[in-house]
């Protein structure tokens, strides 16, 4: 860990669009003493089903775009990129702390009284070694049934969080979980808590979801303790929004969910890595 990490430096949160919006605002909430950037890799979305190498080379450079921004801590706000690229990352860049996501099947199979457990999220994550591992360790005495939700990540980032394609595509997934028997879904997906509302419609009230987005941001609390990282309690933090991709569209989704703020662009080829 090296000591130049500084504790007045930015936290930066990426994933490949909006989703890991969800996390950003955990951690906003819990830390709003803390200068954040995120930034949204929307020329590339959806990272779901590109290529292991792909989500890797825009996962590095992404990281050294923060580092070139003094961060001092990197949330990889994404299970995709999580389960393609952070034992690289940890490895590529060893000074600088990483909180990444996994499926949260642990809590999941913890309190499952059914016993059989939904888990949604893309296609690329449930290919990934962090998955498989995940689910060996923690869902032994327990039924998985997944479902990779072709076409979701699309409709959220076109800010369709309730129209008739975003039900279609959930319906079918949710239907047959509900006739294997689940009662808790974990949403292994940072886009898929936008939907939440829709999800709970359909599956009803019984049934639990797991966002594991305040899990993630006493994470970033945790890792700030070890290494001495929490900037000074007594001011307020600034948050700054970027996208690769097309401003507007980016600056439309956040007013319309809440955030009522703006996004500003960074472009691939110039600020980051080479165009792609
Ligand atoms: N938000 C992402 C995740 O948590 C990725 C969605 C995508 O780009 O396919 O997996």
Avoid at 9 to 37: A, H, M, W, Y
């Amino acid at each position: 860990m090296a000591d130049d990490l500084k504790r007045t430096g930015p936290i930066g949160v990426f994933d490949s669009g909006v989703g890991g919006l969800t996390v950003l605002k955990e951690i906003s909430r819990q830390f709003p003493n803390e200068d954040i950037i995120y930034l949204a890799d929307q020329a590339h979305v959806p990272y779901g089903n590109r290529e292991l190498e792909d989500i890797q080379r825009f996962s590095v450079e992404i990281t050294e775009y923060f580092i070139r921004q003094g961060a001092k801590l990197i949330v990889v706000a994404c299970n995709t990129a999580s389960a393609a690229a952070l034992y690289h990352l940890r490895e590529k860049f060893p000074d600088i702390p990483f909180v990444g996501m996994e499926p949260a099947v642990k809590p999941a199979a913890e309190t499952t009284e059914s016993g059989v457990v939904g888990v949604l999220a893309t296609h690329a994550t449930f290919q990934g070694e962090l998955y498989s591992s995940v689910v060996e360790r923690f869902a032994k005495d327990v039924k998985l049934t997944q479902d990779p939700c072709i076409g979701l990540v699309a409709e959220i980032e076109k800010g369709n969080l309730g129209g008739a394609e975003t039900r279609k595509i959930l319906e079918n997934a949710l239907k047959p979980m509900m006739k294997a028997g689940i009662d808790t879904i974990v949403l292994g997906c940072t886009h898929y808590p936008f939907v939440f509302p829709l999800i709970k419609e359909i599956v009803g009230p019984d049934v639990r979801l797991i966002d594991p987005s305040p899990a993630i941001a006493r994470q970033v609390g945790r890792l700030f303790e070890i290494y001495g990282l929490e900037n000074e309690l007594d001011r307020i933090g600034s948050l700054s929004i970027k996208t690769t991709g097309d401003i507007k569209k980016l600056s439309d989704f956040l007013i319309n969910t809440g955030f009522e703020m703006k996004a500003n662009s960074l472009k691939w080829g110039e600020e980051l890595g080479a165009d792609n």
